[in-house]
């Protein structure tokens, strides 16, 4: 059970670049993340999916774009890449409320992608 | 806007001693708490969650829910130097909607 894995581990792009980070779970979750954290910040929610075909905006969304064609896969895409995006991006999974009590939210975080936009 | 507020430290104590970290959070209608642990350069793990008003121990950890002061706390007992990590608190309003703190730094030292 490898739990939720990120590729790549290290990105540096160039300013105005596109990349796909990918994230992968194999818990059966319903709910899938993207967070992004800045250094010395907390998370901040980019976007969320509570099931394949569903998504929808966090609280920073802009610059971004996900997709959920199946239950395991989450792919966050940075269109034409901004040195604001440098960062730490992690990808979680959840049960959520069909996970009953004490499951739900629950959040299982991967090892995280460290972007660096110049 | 809802926020859930921590001390961003660092809080320093001796090896053995307990550690305190403490979490408040704005939306009254909030029903789950939970303590994640992230070491520096990793991601974060979960180390408990608390729904009741009340204490609730886990190992030498007790998280601590006073939901009418809308306050969450993490008792570390016996301190340990691989307890040194910064202490994230999160807080669940209803279904996908969980709001992290900025977390707490806690050095131990040894």
């Known amino acids: 059970n490898a739990g939720v894995t990120q590729t790549p581990k290290f990105r540096i792009l160039k300013i105005g670049q596109s990349m796909t980070l990918q994230c992968t779970q194999d818990?059966?979750?319903?709910?899938m993340y993207w967070y992004r954290q800045d250094p010395g910040m907390g998370l901040k929610l980019i976007y969320y999916?509570?099931?394949?075909?569903?998504?929808d905006k966090g609280e920073v969304p802009n610059g971004y774009n996900v997709s959920r064609s199946t239950t395991e896969d989450f792919p966050l895409r940075l269109e034409l890449a901004a040195p604001s995006q440098t960062s730490v991006y992690f990808c979680?999974?959840?049960?959520?409320?069909?996970?009953?009590?004490?499951?739900?939210?629950?959040?299982?975080f991967g090892p995280g992608t460290r972007l660096t936009v110049l | 806007q809802k926020e859930v507020e921590q001390n961003s430290g660092p809080l320093s104590v001796p090896e053995g001693a307990i550690a305190s970290l403490n979490c408040t959070y704005s939306?009254?209608?909030?029903?789950?708490f939970f303590w994640y642990r992230q070491y520096s350069g990793k991601s974060p793990e979960l180390i408990m969650f608390?729904?009741?008003?009340g204490d609730k121990e886990d190992g030498r950890f007790t998280a601590q829910l006073n939901k009418a002061s809308q306050y969450v706390s993490l008792l570390i007992r016996d301190s340990q130097p691989s307890d040194s990590a910064t202490y994230l608190c999160?807080?669940?309003?209803?279904?996908?909607?969980?709001?992290f703190g900025a977390g707490t730094r806690l050095f131990v030292k040894a």
């Open positions: 939306d009254r209608g909030s029903q789950s």
């Open positions: 608390i729904y009741s008003n």
């Open positions: 999160a807080v669940n309003t209803g279904g996908f909607k969980t709001i």
């Open positions: 999916s509570v099931g394949a075909g569903i998504t």
């Open positions: 818990m059966n979750h319903n709910y």
């Open positions: 979680a999974s959840s049960y959520g409320p069909s996970g009953g009590a004490g499951l739900t939210d629950t959040q299982y």
